[in-house]
């Protein structure tokens, strides 16, 4: 009997030192709460459509229950998005989180039972079949609760058509340059008057993200008149995209760039030093009928005007690439009239 005693008390000292490794020694009796994938409310949808996944919790807990949304095969993270609004979407995490692949954050409130999130596959410009999005749900974060059953779950996904206009513009493009530090100083001199002199000047290296130094805007131009039509997509957005800008008669457009402004961040007494081009890729095509896309490094440079210093009056706007329209389709062009694609 003393035999067994001491196995006991051995066993719970053991237990003792466990608990003391943890953060906290109550989780060491609790069972994970179980969690189901209860019901995903369509089977098929089309890009721009929204569905939802319903979890169902075995044993309400008082924590969240923290998993994770990844997209396994069908598509990629920038076919779609989750959150109650796909234009306001919850914020995706990414490798540098520490939650392994990037993927969305599932956080299922405390002390409830059943949770619904929303997946919304995104329109685009691609000309593309239907897809088998397959997702996969993975304990994570906090590690508080565990998937019980089939941790995957899969929807068709329809191409999203529409004879209007879409348009695409990227300049994302990690950039070196330098630039020039005057310290400019400001001082008192013996008469006790204020006065700015220039310590030693300074040359620094620096990068950064072109997306977040230059603004463009995109806007439609009649190439026959040389009028401005309308802006295509002028947000602070980079890139600029307008999936559905308006259906284009027969005529000859032009798919005007507008460099709205350059903005390296600098202080007073920093300048940059030399110039750059600024590169861009332009995508244009009908949202899923037609596509194609340009890229051109040698026509905006840092040296240009800027539109938003003229208060916006379009001097900064060069014709990125040209758009016949005949019956229809569409024939694009580069900025030097060279031909890029034919809609068949
Ligand atoms: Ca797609
Ligand atoms: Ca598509
Ligand atoms: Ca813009």
Redesign the pocket.
Known sequence: MKYIKNIILSSIVALGITSCNDDDTEYIYSVKPGVTIDNVSRTSVTEGESFTVTLNVDTPYKETLDFKLEIVSGGDMSDFNIGADSTDPDAPTTVDDGFGLDGYLIRVPAYTTSYTFTINPLIDLEVEGTDKYVFKLRSSGNGNGKIVGNDSFSIDVDNYTNNTLGVELHWAKDQNYQYLDENIIQAIDANGQPFTYTDDDEIINDHGDLCGIV????VLVDLNSGSLLAYI??????P?IALESQVLPDGYYGIGI?L??INFGFRADESLIGSFAIPFNLKIGKTGIFKTELSNNNLFFTYDTLSGDNGGNFSGLKIGAAIEVVGGKYTVYDSDGNLVAQEQ
């Open positions: 603004d463009f805007d995109t997509s002028g947000t602070s957005a980079c600029e507008d709205y402004d």
